[in-house]
């Protein structure tokens, strides 16, 4: 008959796939499996039949995996923050670098190069620099409160079940982020549930407190507390603004996001500073970069100098080089490179990431640095002369097929192409390959426990 919706069936895990599910085959069939691990045997339920593959939801762990380590996040199985708490570091490791080595293989049929063993992010819990909680004026319960007729299913702030937009776990502690962070995030659910104002419906977006976002700079010990909102209100979030810099001499920045969009994004359509500065400080090596509330930033601090120092590695600079790095964002990788190129050009899409640039560069007093706004199609047939080297550090979705084009007709001598995303890496590749030999690949940890692998090619031109 074969495997039909709702079967509960055993299973041995035999790979853990990316995107974090575990892999078992039942009669032939594909079937992966949330939260498990090789060489798991388990029993599942099977909750979606495709004619090539099957997805299962895990009903209990029959024999554990020696891979398997506690979990130290009461969270964890449930949040969609990190996935791999119960997987040891060592193999998680293992499969991220499997995982670029499969998608190199299979998607850009490059069976044969040389992958560097995964550089390891230097913290393992506490690296995250920016984080994001919910609010919700209905909390979803964890197992275990489901039975207990004196939980409340009230106001939540916290993170939400993966794949859902409207179910939030109202997190007490999360271990990704500095301490600090846990404690202020502590005081302002206080504050919220002591004020009685209106918490934001996911449902019918109504609602006062939308979002906590909280940065903090790794070199500086400073945090910046951003409150998005549906309203300006400052009657109501000067109390709460007063009272965490009166607590915590950490805090330099305490921010105000409104917006009154649906969409669920920590972003305001406008933003009013209400105690101390607009932006908080932090270091990638040597140099200084000023960060504001929704300006993009490398989320671990310290591997992204790891991850940096790799860039500028491949890059191979002399000092008399032409640079062209697209998707320059906030000017991060053309002001690290700075001081061993000749001149940078940066190519970026988003105003305020082209504005930053320009003024990390004024702070850095690097002067062989400058910004283009436009998208990459567009700016990079414009330029009138061609790079030594490029650098590429795309989006998820990898470079469109005419920026491909367009690098490839300016013929650099070496491109590094720093990925978040192995298959849309792969994929780009498949074309690259044609005109450029694949000289090194070196994965990065940037975000531990979690499936996410960052990854730094270097490319030489065919000669």
């Known amino acids: 008959m074969g495997l039909k919706k709702g079967d509960i069936v055993e299973l041995t895990i035999s790979d853990l796939v990316?995107?974090?599910?575990?892999?078992a085959k039942k009669d032939g069939l594909a079937v992966f499996v949330e939260k498990s691990v090789p060489p798991d045997r388990v029993l599942a339920q099977i909750v979606?039949?495709?004619?090539?593959?099957?997805e299962a939801r895990l009903q209990e762990i029959l024999d554990p995996s020696p891979k398997r380590v506690p979990a130290p996040c009461p969270y964890s199985g449930y949040c969609g923050?990190?996935?791999w708490q119960f997987l040891d570091y060592a193999a998680q490791l293992h499969y991220k670098e499997q995982h670029v080595a499969d998608s190199l293989a299979h998607i850009a049929l490059l069976k044969d190069t040389p992958i560097s063993p995964i550089a390891p992010s230097p913290d393992l819990f506490g690296y995250r620099n920016k984080m994001e909680f919910s609010c919700s004026d209905r909390r979803w319960l964890m197992p275990d409160e489901f039975e207990?007729?004196?939980?409340e299913a009230g106001f939540a702030l916290g993170l939400h079940v993966p794949g859902t937009f409207n179910k939030v776990i109202d997190i007490e502690a999360c271990l990704l982020q500095p301490a600090l962070g846990n404690r202020i995030m502590a005081d302002v659910r206080s504050y919220i549930k002591e004020s009685e104002i209106s918490v934001y419906n996911l449902k019918t977006h109504e609602g006062f407190f939308r979002f906590l976002m909280l940065r903090h700079s790794s070199a500086l010990d400073r945090w910046m507390?951003?409150?998005?909102?549906?309203?300006?209100?400052p009657d109501i979030l000067l109390p709460l603004a007063e009272k965490l810099m009166g607590s915590y001499p950490e805090i330099s920045s305490i921010v105000n996001n409104i917006t009154q969009k649906k969409s669920g994004v920590a972003i305001g359509e406008y933003e009013k500073t209400l105690l101390g500065e607009a932006s908080i400080l932090?270091?990638?090596?040597?140099f200084e970069f000023e960060i504001s509330a929704n300006s993009f930033f490398q989320t671990n601090t310290k591997g992204a100098e790891t991850l940096y120092d790799i860039v500028k590695r491949f890059a191979?600079?002399?000092?008399?080089?032409?640079?062209?790095?697209?998707?320059?964002?906030?000017?991060?990788?053309?002001i690290f490179l700075s001081d061993a190129a000749e001149e940078i050009i940066g190519l970026e899409i988003v105003d305020t990431a082209v504005e930053d640039a320009r003024k990390n560069c004024l702070r850095n007093g690097v002067t062989n640095c400058r910004f283009i706004?436009?998208?990459?199609?567009?700016?990079?047939?414009?330029?009138?002369?061609?790079?030594?080297v490029v650098i590429i550090d795309p989006p998820r979705t990898g470079m469109h097929q005419d920026v491909v084009t367009q690098v490839i007709k300016m013929a650099p001598k070496r491109i590094v192409y720093v990925s978040c995303n192995p298959a849309t890496l792969s994929r780009d590749l498949l074309e690259l390959k044609r005109h450029y030999r694949v000289a090194a690949v070196q994965p990065v940890d940037m975000f531990p426990h979690t499936y996410h692998i960052e990854c730094v090619v270097r490319l030489e031109k065919d000669q």
């Open 225 to 233: 507390v951003n409150i998005i909102t549906s309203d300006d209100r």
């Open 282 to 286: 932090d270091r990638i090596g040597r």
């Open 316 to 334: 191979d600079l002399s000092g008399t080089e032409r640079v062209i790095d697209l998707y320059s964002g906030t000017g991060t990788i053309p």
């Open 48 to 54: 979606k039949k495709k004619k090539n593959f099957a």
């Open 148 to 151: 207990n007729k004196e939980a």
């Open 373 to 388: 706004k436009g998208d990459a199609r567009q700016e990079i047939s414009r330029l009138t002369e061609n790079p030594d």
């Open 18 to 23: 990316f995107g974090g599910k575990g892999l």
């Open 81 to 83: 923050g990190c996935k």
